[in-house]
């Protein structure tokens, strides 16, 4: 192979690797700040148990890395630097919404930056539409559900314990929480994790290195080691907004938020399909706040994060495409 080629191939596998770390950053809030907000644990111990989850998690499926390096673009036919310059541009987007505090979806940086990145070099005929439009379609349904199915639970709930104090129940659910934590911060490695990896197989595919696309194990447990890294590196303004600031949680609710938003991605995740964690969390956290009272979600905050999951895709791909074209203008292929 040709020496620039390895070269192209290093650099993919490199920012693939810092996407990874940016995104476990940006998403640290995803599993744990619902149980920072009921206060069940402190920010530092739930960091911590956050980012054991998602390397554990990260481990378990690659159906989503799948999807990421076959359904978007044929990797047979890109340029490593398409992969180069969607990764740059989702990096930027996750940098800087984290310091913004905005809980934006690194699927939808990544699948807009894709999507960019590939028009530059060959025009719209080269994406996959039908696999977009999948992928797109669990992306817009992922927070209806997770909503849907907290609603459910935390309904289910009050149902079993209508008769029981309060203060009770707070206390029965405490301990809950943290196995529904820990559930969703293994759901969250399961589901996030994989799009590096398809990413960094996709790279291996482009470079020549594999024949058919595939995710080494290597490529499994440093994309899992990197995710790891960054969700202990955490996202507090994130997690302040998402545990918070959206809705008033208390430990029954944040339960049910975790445990279905955990159970919808770890399904979502085996069958292949890369949703959001943030949109998948947040509409859950939406859920059993409006089964309390439509008031009590702070619609304020819900509506500057829809503006934030609106822009995300097409500024990605506005990003990617312009890196590409610079790209190019330096003569780099």
């Known amino acids: 192979m040709p020496e620039p080629l390895v070269s192209l191939v290093v650099i993919v596998?490199?920012?693939?690797?810092?996407?990874?770390?940016?995104?476990?950053?940006?998403?640290?809030?995803?599993?744990?700040?619902?149980?920072?907000?009921?206060?069940t644990l402190s920010p530092t111990k739930a960091i911590i148990m956050a980012a054991i989850l998602n390397l554990?998690?990260?481990?378990?499926?690659t159906e989503v890395a799948k999807a990421i390096g076959k359904d978007i673009v044929d990797a047979k036919n890109i340029s490593l630097l398409v992969l180069v310059a969607a990764l740059l541009s989702v990096i930027i987007w996750n940098i800087t919404?984290?310091?913004?505090?905005?809980?934006?979806?690194?699927?939808?940086?990544?699948?807009?930056?894709?999507?960019?990145?590939?028009?530059?070099?060959?025009?719209?005929g080269i994406l996959k539409i039908n696999g977009i439009l999948v992928i797109l379609l669990g992306l817009v349904l992922s927070p209806v559900l997770g909503a849907l199915l907290s609603f459910l639970i935390i309904k289910l709930i009050r149902a079993i314990f209508r008769n029981k104090q309060p203060s009770k129940v707070k206390r029965t659910f405490r301990p809950m929480q943290l196995f529904s934590a820990a559930f969703m911060a293994f759901s969250h490695g399961a589901s996030d994790a994989q799009k590096a990896?398809?990413?960094?197989?996709?790279?291996?595919l482009a470079g020549g290195y594999y024949t058919e696309f595939t995710v080494p194990f290597w490529v499994m447990i440093s994309c899992g080691l990197a995710m790891a890294l960054g969700t202990?590196?955490?996202?507090?303004?994130?997690?302040?907004?998402m545990g918070s600031r959206l809705s008033r949680l208390e430990t029954p609710q944040g339960f049910a938020?975790?445990?279905?938003a955990a159970i919808l991605l770890t399904t979502i995740a085996k069958i292949g399909i890369p949703v959001s964690t943030t949109h998948t969390i947040t509409g859950a956290i939406i859920g059993v706040g409006v089964a309390d009272r439509i008031r009590s979600v702070r619609w304020s905050i819900a509506t500057k994060i829809v503006y934030a999951w609106v822009l995300t895709l097409p500024v990605t791909a506005i990003i990617a495409f312009l890196l590409?074209?610079?790209f190019t203008l330096f003569g780099w292929q």
Do not use: C, Y
């Open 97 to 124: 919404t984290v310091l913004m505090g905005l809980p934006t979806s690194s699927s939808h940086a990544l699948i807009g930056s894709l999507i960019g990145a590939a028009i530059a070099f060959k025009g719209v």
């Open 197 to 204: 990896m398809g990413i960094i197989a996709m790279a291996l």
């Open 56 to 61: 554990v998690g990260a481990l378990f499926f």
């Open 13 to 39: 596998v490199i920012l693939a690797l810092i996407f990874d770390f940016t995104n476990g950053w940006h998403d640290t809030a995803n599993a744990i700040a619902t149980v920072v907000g009921t206060r």
């Open 257 to 260: 938020a975790e445990t279905g």
């Open 232 to 241: 202990a590196a955490g996202g507090r303004k994130i997690i302040q907004t």
């Open 324 to 326: 590409f074209k610079l």
